[in-house]
């Protein structure tokens, strides 16, 4: 059987969408498994919200060329709120992230020029805009994304449900806890 090689950009797109596939397994688990009191919109809700804002941005830009601006978000307070409205926006993103990976309706590649704005200092008072590429971006967003799991691990265990030993791990961290030698019992 051949093996078939994804590009570089739908590598990317597809670690983006099994990441986000990851918060749906989730959410459906907290729905489900959760202490009873557990409450969704004041502690995963808000991290989850704030991930798919980031992922909004960078798709949202894409088509039009307009600059990524990641401090400029929805906010949806449904979003954030309300686990089936969570869901149903991280299964757009994802399919979205899996149809830029197949170059629908257009082709991009990781070095595809991107401008992005953020907003710096104490108060937020100093916009900056610099350059970048749709790779940099796709992967500073997965990464965003891994950063809020990681804190999201520590929700799910007071909701008493059991996340994954490497839910919330940087790939670097994962990469580097396999290259170790085994550990002696």
Do not use: W
Request: charged share 25%; net charge negative.
């Amino acid at each position: 059987m051949m093996e078939t090689k994804l590009s570089a950009t739908e590598t990317l797109c597809t670690y983006g969408a099994n990441l986000l596939g990851q918060a749906v397994i989730l959410i459906d688990r907290l729905e489900k498994e959760a202490k009873p009191g557990f409450d969704y919109a004041k502690a995963v809700g808000p991290h989850l919200r704030h991930i798919i804002d980031h992922y909004d941005a960078l798709l949202r830009a894409l088509p039009t060329g307009s600059p990524v601006e990641y401090d400029h978000r929805a906010r949806d307070p449904l979003v954030q709120s309300q686990s089936a409205v969570t869901k149903r926006k991280l299964e757009d993103i994802i399919q979205k992230l899996r149809d830029l990976g197949a170059g629908i309706p257009k082709s991009y590649s990781p070095t595809t020029p991107l401008t992005t704005i953020f907003n710096s200092g104490a108060q937020g008072e100093y916009e900056f805009e610099t350059g970048s590429t749709l790779g940099r971006e796709l992967i500073f967003v997965s990464h965003h994304a891994v950063h809020h799991y990681a804190i999201l691990s520590r929700y799910c265990a007071e909701a008493g449900v059991a996340v994954d030993a490497d839910f919330g791990k940087a790939p670097a961290t994962i990469a580097y806890e396999k290259s170790l030698p085994p550990k002696c019992a």
